[in-house]
């Protein structure tokens, strides 16, 4: 059964730092992994997809890495800014259907 | 394009009673998806359908129903509610791509 783990579960940081998120599964016969991010009593919204072909994918400030061997992704957020306060969910879909595998998340603060 | 929707956004039930949770895509997305979130477990999927007619279930489907008439929708349906149905419901659909898009959620509470 595929488990996915997200560490740390609540990081603090200075506005401007860059910083990591990390994400380890169990499984690495995965399809894709996808980043969330969600804000207090939001929905889901979907930050970045990483098919199991890549290694990494860019969205503007976001840059997030695979490495399916070793079952790890990486979410680096270039220049925090306080409007990057969330919390960052990873989700693998590793069987048919695209059925996903929530991580219970990273909780973000960037202080001004 | 509204993407994914949901309603009602909050409801409080009585156990026992029962209700429909209500969801609608307009990006004619063959894959739906009902999740549940509760706090400091991340999501579990309840029940998903890969196009309409078709259901299946998912890690976490005692307790709740679904049905896919339609490409667009895709409502839950929870029967007899108890304490333990108290979450975050988050209805998606995915791309052709494989990218899930999700619904605002709706907060139910049984009391």
């Known amino acids: 059964k595929q488990e996915v783990t997200q560490i740390p579960a609540a990081l603090s940081v200075p506005e401007g730092e860059n910083l990591v998120l990390n994400c380890s599964f169990t499984?690495?016969?995965?399809?894709?992994l996808q980043w969330f991010r969600q804000d207090p009593g939001k929905g889901l919204t979907s930050l970045l997809l990483?098919?199991?072909?890549?290694r990494e994918q860019t969205s503007g400030r976001l840059n997030a890495s695979l490495d399916k061997s070793s079952g790890r992704s990486t979410l680096y957020i270039a220049a925090s800014q306080p409007g990057d306060s969330a919390t960052y969910l990873c989700a693998v879909n590793t069987g048919t259907a695209s059925k996903l595998t929530f991580g219970t998340g990273t909780r973000l603060q960037v202080t001004l | 394009n509204a993407g994914v929707t949901q309603t009602p956004k909050f409801r409080i039930l009585k156990i026992g009673q029962s209700m429909t949770l209500q969801c609608t895509q307009d990006?004619?997305?063959?894959?739906m998806y009902w999740y549940r979130q509760d706090p400091g477990m991340g999501l579990k999927l309840i029940y998903y359908?890969?196009?309409?007619?078709?259901?299946d279930k998912g890690e976490v489907p005692n307790g709740y129903n679904v049905s896919r008439s339609t490409t667009e929708d895709f409502p839950l349906r929870l029967e007899l509610a108890a304490p333990s149905q108290t979450s975050v419901y988050f209805c998606?659909?995915?791309?052709?791509?494989?990218?899930?898009?999700f619904g605002p959620g709706t907060r139910l509470t049984v009391l």
């Open positions: 990006m004619n997305h063959n894959y």
């Open positions: 359908s890969v196009g309409a007619g078709i259901t």
């Open positions: 998606a659909s995915r791309s052709g791509e494989g990218e899930q898009f």
């Open positions: 499984d690495s016969a995965i399809y894709n």
């Open positions: 990483i098919q199991s072909s890549q």
